[in-house]
């Protein structure tokens, strides 16, 4: 029952576990501050010994880094404060040495204003080929039904530009403007940017902010048909490279709508389920499982070659986009009372500071996240529990350096801490000298062994990664409960979602004969029959049963 991954497996994304890293805040190789790839480098042991199989990596490249780095200055280069193409290179291989695969960002929406396309643009001639990379109006009244997407930055998505004489449109802050798709010219730009970093064999790609690369007046200028025929160009073009590359849709949207980003198995392999995200925490705060049983059965079929990726945090903030209003006002009440903690439509907070440091919610939560359908992606930092930083302004918070030891600067610099990128983590409770690798590695019961344990332990089974799933329905409705299957692979979830004991009473008579064995300790619990089958939780518990025939 227990199936290996296979390594030349085209479909590798089904059975990964996805981590992702700001390359700046990892390690600094050479002492100047600032995380580097001779750094990242060094802790490849660390991340293979994890069991991570692939490491996504946010934006290194030569950037004015206003929006740390996804503001691109120059696409097939590496920004120097982080090494030079060549330490990528180095990287790259060593990576894949470790058979650790690795994705890059591929920013297709919006350049910085510091790239070259858009300098030559500003000046070029109204009407010209060269001006034509970009999106221009002589008003700022274009397009006025696409939202504004951060409120707390911007006003609006059209900026005065005083050279070129005219506004230019931008879905994000006014440094990044967008490229403008219905020119072929630009398309053939972002093909040649990805051929430069397939050649240099990099595993995958995640398309950031891919809804909004096509407007139309009328619109919201979000999932446009021509926007999804741009997405199957590029999907093309990666499947004339050879088997085995991924593309990942960066979506913030219903299920409904990301949906359209797998096309039909023709456009991207994988897209972020952007909402079951905060229906993790909606469940966890209000302990009831209706908010991701709901989610999940409202989640349209993909296509056999497609995937979800599940994540719990990542860089940016905890966004509450696709709730309610309702909804946004108790979970900013139940996790992020203090104003200062809120950004945007959400809470731009850690994992283990959103659960109040509780080690059995972090668990459960992450026993929910690997055990869903879908590709885990880890958060830097996440693994050991680190805290955050809301008074840094921005998303900067959730980006300081990763704590490795209780050293000076948590073992992430050797030089003098004023020239760091960014403070690190200091207070009692989340500071280096609390909360870091070295000490997590020689403590046996660390959330860092426990994530090791877990993320192996999912390795082992294709069904969690391939499988189809099943809610249950107890009566008790803080107990969340579903059935993964795989062929003849069958494993029953089960987690308590309150603070409490809880009992729970099992329609399994589907499975009657078989036998479910703890997946942790690998105990026989009583066989299953046609009468109920009975279990009790322990406050935040969880169990994954293989049920045995
Ligand atoms: C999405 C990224 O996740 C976010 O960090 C960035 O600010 C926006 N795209 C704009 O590039
Ligand atoms: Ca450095």
Known sequence: ???????????????????????????????????????LIEKLDYLENLGVTCLWLLPFFPSPLKDDGYDIADYTNVHPS??????FTKFLH????RGLRVAVELVLNHTSDQHPWFQRARSAAPGSPERDYYVWSDTDQKYKDARVIFPDGEESNWTWDPVAGAHYWHRFFHHQPDLNYDNPAVVREMLRVLDFWLDLGVDGFRLDAVPYLVEREGTSCENLSETHAVIGTIRAHVDAAGPGRMLLADANQLPADVRAYFGEGDECHMAYHFPVMPRMFMALHLE?????????ERTPSIPETCQWAL???????????????????????????DQQGRLNAGIRRRLAPLVRNNRRRIELLNAILFSLPGTPVIYYGDEIGMGDNVYLGDRNGVRTP??????????????????????????????????????????GASLLHWMRNMIRLRGLFRVFGRGSVEFLRPANRKVLAYVRSLEDDVVLCVANLSRTAQPAELDLTSFAGATPVEMLGYTEF????????????????????????
């Open 1 to 39: 029952m227990r199936r290996h991954a296979n390594a030349n497996d085209p479909l590798w994304y089904k059975d990964a576990v996805i981590y992702e890293l700001p390359v700046k805040s990892f390690c600094d190789g050479n002492g100047d501050g600032i995380g580097d790839f001779r750094g």
């Open 82 to 87: 982080y090494g030079t193409l060549e330490d």
């Open 94 to 97: 060593a990576a894949h040495e």
């Open 288 to 296: 009831d499982r209706d908010p991701v049983v709901e989610v999940m």
């Open 311 to 337: 994540f719990l945090r990542n860089h940016d903030e905890l966004t509450l986009e696709t709730v309610t209003a309702d909804e946004r006002d108790y979970m900013y009440l139940a996790y992020s009372a």
């Open 402 to 443: 990763m704590h490795w030891n209780g050293d000076r600067n948590g073992g992430f610099s050797r030089a003098d801490p004023p020239r760091l990128y960014s403070p690190v983590i200091m207070d009692a409770v989340y500071g280096y000298q609390a909360v870091n690798v070295e000490a997590q590695e020689s403590d």
């Open 526 to 549: 009583p066989p299953i029959t046609a009468a109920p089958y009975f279990l009790t939780l322990g406050p935040y518990g969880f169990y994954w049963f293989e049920l045995q025939r």
